[in-house]
């Protein structure tokens, strides 16, 4: 079965720290990848989304940036943290279109 | 792009009630729809779907109906409990090339009072 792992669970840092958050995919190949934002309140907000090693698309423009190094491998990064920042990070995968999104434990972001 | 409007932003209903949440959505493209459940602190988890060619679907206490004339779905909980609780989110999908993506609505929180 496909599980999906993202680390760490609690982050604090401080701003102009940089940031990477890492989250891998088990069982599966070729997932599409996502990276979503919850900040205070409850909204899920897309980050980012790939379909394949290398591609990275964005759909808002912010001080974060994504990368995708290996087919099951997703990873959220900052040069310099701000406090807009905080916020509750989830990555998720899917699979075929219009198929369900199964997310990540989430990473809670502080930044102080 | 999609917009998904999702109404109440909190609902609290007494354990044995119904509750019902409502969503709107503004592209005409959008051909799934999912519904997700999230407990204070952890991750959301899908509870039920539907796709545009269906206009209602039910599991158990838990029932999803589509309108696509007028864009709107809406989560129907009957007989509810105090476990119900949480916050929950709509979103819709549109089918690209080997990919979708998911737009979310803002939440709805319920509480459930036993």
């Known amino acids: 079965s496909q599980t999906i792992h993202q680390w760490p669970a609690t982050l604090v840092q401080p701003v102009g720290s940089p940031l990477s958050l890492e989250c891998t995919v088990e069982g599966t190949s070729n997932p599409n990848l996502y990276w979503y934002r919850q900040a205070a309140g409850r909204g899920l907000q897309l980050l980012f989304y790939?379909?394949?090693?290398?591609?990275i698309s964005s759909e808002v423009p912010q001080n974060l940036s994504a990368s995708r190094p290996q087919d099951r491998q997703f990873i959220l990064s900052s040069k310099k943290l701000l406090l807009s920042d905080s916020g509750f990070y989830l990555c998720a995968w899917g699979g075929q279109v219009n198929t369900e999104a199964f997310f990540g434990q989430g990473t809670r972001l502080t930044v102080v | 792009g999609e917009n998904v409007e999702q109404h109440p932003s909190t609902l609290s209903v007494q354990e044995g009630d119904s509750a019902v949440i409502k969503c709107t959505y503004s592209d005409s493209a959008s051909n799934y729809f999912p519904w997700y459940k999230q407990e204070l602190g952890k991750r959301p988890q899908l509870i039920i779907d539907i796709r545009s060619n269906v206009g209602e679907k039910k599991d158990q206490r838990i029932a999803v109906t589509l309108n696509k004339t007028a864009k709107h779905f809406s989560l129907h909980i009957t007989e509810t409990q105090p476990e119900d609780s949480a916050v929950y989110f709509c979103?819709?999908?549109?089918?690209?090339?080997?990919?979708?993506?998911?737009?979310f609505g803002k939440g709805t929180m319920l509480l459930v009072s036993p």
């Open positions: 790939s379909v394949g090693i290398g591609q």
């Open positions: 979103a819709a999908s549109i089918g690209r090339s080997g990919y979708s993506t998911l737009t």
